[in-house]
């Protein structure tokens, strides 16, 4: 019975079974949120302003505050990360103990869980540096938070560059750093991009870690020293008071909105991908 | 804990900082249960007077410390607050009634349940509906987390304490399921037919059936003429520096117009 | 003439130098900076870890061995260690076995640690493997028009909000899982882990797929070559050379499976008890973080920073496992 031929046909089986499981999970929540929520959701939904007597239930201040926030927070870790995966994977001698400690600690960021992100980012952050519960100290906490994820991403991009690259460019004549930036960097840049991405992804789903460092005060924020909503912490807030079918509607349009938003990012960025590519070869 | 002192004074001192209305900042905050009617009475007293009207809701305890420290104008407490808890000089304001609705599934065949039932049922003592009149299925008992005020008043109102090492603590069963807001239990009551639970009277509706509690329904008029005995206040405490005007702000709430407002969302009016 | 050429030939050379040394000097400026940011990370891990075990130090020492001293002193129980053991060790140990969570007397953190232990072992379990082979199907069986479908959708997967995949579970799997098992309350383990399980998919698959797709294209050439069929290529070959890459992908999977939050708050029941199966309620060390840290003062709030440094304790001990594994099959 288990002939190497018919082992061949149970794996492969296995296998297209698990991406039909997987696709078949994603469908089933896209379709169940989006087609109880999108009914609600209009242009007024979007572009109005938050109140609570029930005026206006828009969700344009957490729109703007959940674009802040992703700003802020990949504009501080992206090129920390994306340097960190430079210097392990072109500057540090394999192996030695600096790049252990180093991977050590990336790896120990990565599984730190986000509540306790959330507690230190309270405790440091918001209290013992004096920066309150602000866009700010959202951003920082979630910057450590999506560090590991563009450090390992970026790297492993960066490793799977052909070694012949590096070895023309240096055979040329060209310095280290001329190399990484003109050779090495663009031949990644996919795999960098992918793992903004999903750092993007992480920022926008994270709702604990956020409101212990941001707050949740339902305003446009002015400047990054204010306290703002996320999208995800409105999401959470409306979810523990449902009461109302009117209050469902609501917390479906929002998930909705969440769940477009995600989508839109992940197109621009693979738009952005193709033509990159597309430059460099 | 003094961080987190630290943490609402630094909270408090950022929304003075970003306020952009004209007019004054009235900082509240405490029970977590009576935000949406602070919120609710805040935005109406702002678009009438251009005060704005700060609502933080991390909980009834925090609210007595914020009203103690002077950290928040006016603090917020959904349960009895003691003398001992209070210092000289806070002064406590009951600004409206809630009475605590004990839910079921709408096809559960229990119409009333006595208070020892319920508290028996939260304790773990009383794990089948067939204990109490009803059809033979398990009773799933579903609470509040403990920094809830609801939580707070249910255990108080129904004596549900016990001591460990000298120390009161909570009664309820570890093994009652903990739900993070009323719309949680609402929604777990509305869904499992052998779920009980308890929340706010104000949003009890028709996904829920709330029990009779000793013979008297659970309506606005019996919490008002006290017969329904799973009930409490909403308190506010202003203290020395409370500025004036933030008492005028209480003051506005229990006026006619402030009352009416209670009223309309379900709670029950002080005066 | 020659002289003018002498002077020429040297100016530039001391220009080639110039350029040279410029060259080199910002070849290290580049170099110390690459360096400082790969020790950003160092730091933050040291400054977290410094942080959250300073504001968990009064937890063992006020509740556990107070708790132990009353315990011994006033019920007559034994307690291991107390009298011989420093107050501190009493204390931890007493708080890690305990199972009792009643703040403000007692702080047992074993139902919660059994309940975080027991929702990702079994989300992993059921996660993992559909995730790994789901990635081989995306780098190695399917054609490229599936690839360009299914990547963006799996990214999305990744961006949807914890929350969501809460409400989801809350209003569809706990549902289900009542009828299926009819149980009295379907808000369990097992719908914890359901719901984690889907949740760590994306992860394990991103970082499977990159690294089986890193795999030098001669393994799997000289593989086929030797008349191996594509099926034994990607089990013998591929997978063992991408295994150091799918076990980062199976890690990072289980550190958002033990970090989730508010999903789990909304389906697994949060009973503070020791749980007696995967279809009982459980509570896990970060829901309790997240349902008590608003309100708790002092010594509650103390042990609830406990909770995370017991998190980051089971983190670093995963880690520090896996690297010496990788290590060892290095070499």
Same mark, same amino acid.
Request: charged residues 15%.
């Given at each position: 019975?288990?002939?190497?031929?018919?082992?061949?046909?149970?794996?492969?089986?296995?296998?297209?079974?698990?991406?039909?499981?997987?696709?078949?999970?994603?469908?089933?929540?896209?379709?169940?949120?989006?087609?109880?929520?999108?009914?609600?959701?209009?242009?007024?939904?979007?572009?109005?302003?938050?109140?609570?007597? %029930?005026?206006?239930?828009?969700?344009?201040?957490?729109?703007?505050?959940?674009?802040?926030?992703?700003?802020?927070?990949?504009?501080?870790?992206?090129?920390?990360?994306?340097?960190?995966?430079?210097?392990?994977?072109?500057?540090?001698?394999? %192996?030695?103990?600096?790049?252990?400690?180093?991977?050590?600690?990336?790896?120990?960021?990565?599984?730190?869980?986000?509540?306790?992100?959330?507690?230190?980012?309270?405790?440091?952050?918001?209290?013992?540096?004096?920066?309150?519960?602000?866009?700010?100290?959202?951003?920082?906490?979630?910057?450590?938070?999506?560090?590991?994820?563009?450090?390992?991403?970026?790297?492993?991009?960066?490793?799977?560059?052909?070694?012949?690259?590096?070895?023309?460019?240096?055979?040329? %004549?060209?310095?280290?750093?001329?190399?990484?930036?003109?050779?090495?960097?663009?031949?990644?840049?996919?795999?960098?991009?992918?793992?903004?991405?999903?750092?993007?992804?992480?920022?926008?789903?994270?709702?604990?870690?956020?409101?212990?460092?941001?707050?949740?005060?339902?305003?446009?924020?002015?400047?990054?020293?204010?306290?703002?909503?996320?999208?995800?912490?409105?999401?959470?807030?409306?979810?523990?008071?449902?009461?109302?079918?009117?209050?469902?509607?609501?917390?479906?349009?929002?998930?909705?909105?969440?769940?477009?938003?995600?989508?839109?990012?992940?197109?621009?960025?693979?738009?952005?991908?193709?033509?990159?590519?597309?430059?460099?070869? | 804990?003094?961080?987190?002192?630290?943490?609402?004074?630094?909270?408090?001192?950022?929304?003075?900082?970003?306020?952009?209305?004209?007019?004054?900042?009235?900082?509240?905050?405490?029970?977590?249960?009576?935000?949406?009617?602070?919120?609710?009475?805040?935005?109406?007293?702002?678009?009438?007077?251009?005060?704005?009207?700060?609502?933080?809701?991390?909980?009834?305890?925090?609210?007595?410390?914020?009203?103690?420290?002077?950290?928040?104008?006016?603090?917020?407490?959904?349960?009895?607050?003691?003398?001992?808890?209070?210092?000289?000089?806070?002064?406590?304001?009951?600004?409206?009634?809630?009475?605590?609705?004990?839910?079921?599934?709408?096809?559960?065949?229990?119409?009333?349940?006595?208070?020892?039932?319920?508290?028996?049922?939260?304790?773990?003592?009383?794990?089948?509906?067939?204990?109490?009149? %009803?059809?033979?299925?398990?009773?799933?008992?579903?609470?509040?987390?403990?920094?809830?005020?609801?939580?707070?008043?249910?255990?108080?109102?129904?004596?549900?304490?016990?001591?460990?090492?000298?120390?009161?603590?909570?009664?309820?069963?570890?093994?009652?399921?903990?739900?993070?807001?009323?719309?949680?239990?609402?929604?777990?009551?509305?869904?499992?037919?052998?779920?009980?639970?308890?929340?706010?009277?104000?949003?009890?509706?028709?996904?829920?059936?709330?029990?009779?509690?000793?013979?008297?329904?659970?309506?606005?008029?019996?919490?008002?003429?006290?017969?329904?005995?799973?009930?409490?206040?909403?308190?506010?405490?202003?203290?020395?520096?409370?500025?004036?005007?933030?008492?005028?702000?209480?003051?506005?709430?229990?006026?006619?117009?402030?009352?009416?407002?209670?009223?309309?969302?379900?709670?029950?009016?002080?005066? | 003439?020659?002289?003018?050429?002498?002077?020429?030939?040297?100016?530039?050379?001391?220009?080639?130098?110039?350029?040279?040394?410029?060259?080199?000097?910002?070849?290290?400026?580049?170099?110390?900076?690459?360096?400082?940011?790969?020790?950003?990370?160092?730091?933050?891990?040291?400054?977290?870890?410094?942080?959250?075990?300073?504001?968990?130090?009064?937890?063992?020492?006020?509740?556990?061995?107070?708790?132990?001293?009353?315990?011994?002193?006033?019920?007559?129980?034994?307690?291991?260690?107390?009298?011989?053991?420093?107050?501190?060790?009493?204390?931890?140990?007493?708080?890690?076995?305990?199972?009792?969570?009643?703040?403000?007397?007692?702080?047992?953190?074993?139902?919660?640690?059994?309940?975080?232990?027991?929702?990702?072992?079994?989300?992993?379990?059921?996660?993992?493997?559909?995730?790994?082979?789901?990635?081989?199907?995306?780098?190695?069986?399917?054609?490229?028009?599936?690839?360009?479908?299914?990547?963006?959708?799996?990214?999305?997967?990744?961006?949807?909000?914890?929350?969501?995949?809460?409400?989801?579970?809350?209003?569809?799997?706990?549902?289900?899982?009542?009828?299926?098992?009819?149980?009295?309350?379907?808000?369990?383990?097992?719908?914890?882990?359901?719901?984690?399980?889907?949740?760590?998919?994306?992860?394990?698959?991103?970082?499977?797929?990159?690294?089986?797709?890193?795999?030098?294209?001669?393994?799997?050439?000289?593989?086929?070559?030797?008349?191996?069929?594509?099926?034994?290529?990607?089990?013998?070959?591929?997978?063992?050379?991408?295994?150091?890459?799918?076990?980062?992908?199976?890690?990072?999977?289980?550190?958002?499976?033990?970090?989730?939050?508010?999903?789990?708050?909304?389906?697994?029941?949060?009973?503070?008890?020791?749980?007696?199966?995967?279809?009982?309620?459980?509570?896990?060390?970060?829901?309790?973080?997240?349902?008590?840290?608003?309100?708790?003062?002092?010594?509650?709030?103390?042990?609830?920073?406990?909770?995370?440094?017991?998190?980051?304790?089971?983190?670093?001990?995963?880690?520090?496992?896996?690297?010496?594994?990788?290590?060892?099959?290095?070499?």
């Amino acid at each position: 019975m288990f002939t190497p031929d018919n082992k061949d046909k149970i794996l492969t089986g296995m296998i297209w079974s698990a991406a039909v499981l997987t696709m078949g999970f994603l469908i089933w929540i896209l379709f169940y949120i989006v087609s109880n929520g999108i009914a609600y959701v209009d242009w007024s939904f979007i572009t109005d302003d938050y109140t609570r007597t %029930g005026d206006e239930e828009g969700i344009w201040p957490m729109i703007m505050a959940t674009l802040y926030m992703v700003l802020l927070s990949i504009s501080i870790a992206a090129p920390i990360g994306i340097m960190t995966a430079i210097y392990l994977t072109e500057y540090a001698k394999p %192996g030695s103990k600096l790049v252990k400690l180093i991977r050590f600690c990336t790896e120990a960021l990565a599984g730190i869980p986000s509540i306790v992100y959330g507690l230190f980012g309270m405790t440091f952050f918001v209290v013992a540096l004096g920066l309150g519960f602000s866009i700010l100290s959202g951003a920082l906490t979630l910057a450590i938070l999506i560090l590991p994820v563009i450090i390992r991403t970026t790297e492993e991009a960066i490793i799977s560059v052909p070694l012949s690259y590096r070895e023309a460019s240096y055979g040329l %004549g060209a310095s280290r750093l001329y190399t990484i930036w003109r050779v090495i960097l663009p031949a990644a840049m996919p795999g960098i991009v992918t793992s903004l991405i999903l750092s993007i992804g992480r920022i926008v789903g994270e709702s604990a870690p956020v409101f212990l460092t941001a707050g949740m005060v339902a305003r446009i924020p002015d400047s990054v020293f204010d306290s703002g909503r996320t999208l995800t912490v409105h999401l959470y807030m409306l979810t523990t008071e449902l009461y109302t079918q009117h209050d469902w509607n609501m917390a479906f349009a929002t998930a909705t909105v969440l769940v477009l938003l995600v989508l839109a990012i992940n197109l621009i960025t693979k738009f952005i991908t193709n033509k990159f590519s597309k430059a460099t070869y | 804990m003094k961080k987190f002192a630290a943490g609402a004074l630094a909270l408090m001192s950022m929304f003075t900082a970003s306020s952009v209305v004209a007019g004054e900042t009235i900082t509240v905050s405490g029970s977590n249960s009576m935000t949406s009617l602070m919120e609710v009475l805040a935005e109406t007293y702002t678009n009438k007077t251009g005060n704005f009207v700060e609502v933080q809701g991390p909980g009834s305890s925090a609210g007595i410390r914020a009203a103690n420290q002077g950290t928040s104008h006016i603090g917020m407490a959904s349960r009895a607050v003691a003398d001992s808890e209070i210092e000289a000089g806070v002064e406590r304001i009951i600004m409206a009634n809630d009475g605590i609705a004990i839910v079921v599934h709408p096809n559960n065949t229990i119409e009333n349940l006595t208070t020892e039932q319920v508290s028996k049922i939260y304790r773990g003592e009383i794990s089948n509906w067939a204990e109490v009149g %009803g059809e033979r299925a398990p009773i799933v008992a579903v609470t509040r987390d403990t920094a809830s005020g609801t939580r707070a008043g249910f255990e108080d109102v129904l004596s549900l304490k016990q001591t460990i090492a000298g120390k009161k603590v909570s009664a309820i069963s570890p093994r009652a399921q903990v739900a993070n807001g009323n719309g949680m239990v609402k929604t777990t009551a509305g869904q499992n037919q052998n779920a009980i639970g308890y929340i706010s009277l104000g949003t009890v509706d028709e996904s829920v059936k709330a029990l009779d509690i000793n013979g008297v329904d659970a309506l606005v008029a019996n919490v008002q003429n006290q017969s329904y005995p799973v009930a409490r206040s909403f308190v506010l405490m202003t203290g020395p520096k409370t500025p004036d005007y933030a008492h005028a702000f209480v003051e506005w709430i229990l006026s006619a117009e402030g009352q009416e407002i209670v009223a309309k969302k379900g709670y029950v009016p002080a005066k | 003439m020659s002289e003018v050429n002498v002077l020429v030939q040297k100016d530039s050379a001391q220009e080639e130098l110039k350029s040279s040394r410029r060259r080199d000097f910002i070849e290290h400026a580049f170099h110390a900076l690459f360096l400082l940011s790969a020790f950003i990370g160092v730091a933050s891990v040291i400054t977290i870890g410094f942080f959250l075990v300073k504001e968990s130090l009064s937890a063992p020492l006020y509740t556990g061995a107070d708790l132990a001293r009353y315990l011994v002193e006033e019920e007559g129980q034994s307690i291991f260690g107390y009298g011989w053991l420093p107050d501190g060790v009493v204390g931890t140990i007493q708080m890690l076995t305990n199972s009792t969570w009643a703040p403000p007397a007692m702080y047992g953190l074993a139902p919660m640690i059994a309940g975080s232990l027991a929702a990702t072992g079994l989300a992993v379990l059921m996660g993992v493997p559909v995730g790994v082979l789901t990635a081989i199907f995306l780098a190695e069986i399917a054609p490229q028009r599936v690839v360009n479908v299914m990547r963006p959708a799996i990214e999305l997967l990744a961006g949807i909000p914890s929350v969501v995949y809460g409400f989801f579970g809350l209003v569809v799997i706990v549902p289900l899982i009542e009828t299926v098992f009819d149980v009295p309350s379907g808000a369990s383990i097992l719908a914890g882990s359901v719901v984690l399980s889907i949740m760590i998919l994306p992860t394990v698959i991103a970082v499977s797929e990159t690294s089986l797709r890193a795999v030098p294209p001669q393994y799997r050439e000289g593989s086929l070559a030797l008349g191996a069929s594509k099926i034994y290529t990607i089990f013998n070959v591929l997978i063992p050379a991408a295994r150091s890459g799918i076990l980062t992908g199976v890690i990072l999977g289980m550190a958002r499976a033990v970090g989730e939050t508010m999903a789990i708050i909304m389906v697994m029941g949060n009973t503070p008890a020791m749980p007696q199966g995967v279809l009982d309620s459980a509570i896990t060390l970060t829901a309790n973080i997240a349902l008590e840290m608003s309100y708790a003062t002092g010594v509650h709030a103390s042990a609830l920073y406990a909770s995370g440094v017991v998190l980051l304790v089971f983190v670093m001990l995963l880690n520090g496992s896996l690297m010496y594994l990788n290590r060892e099959k290095a070499k």
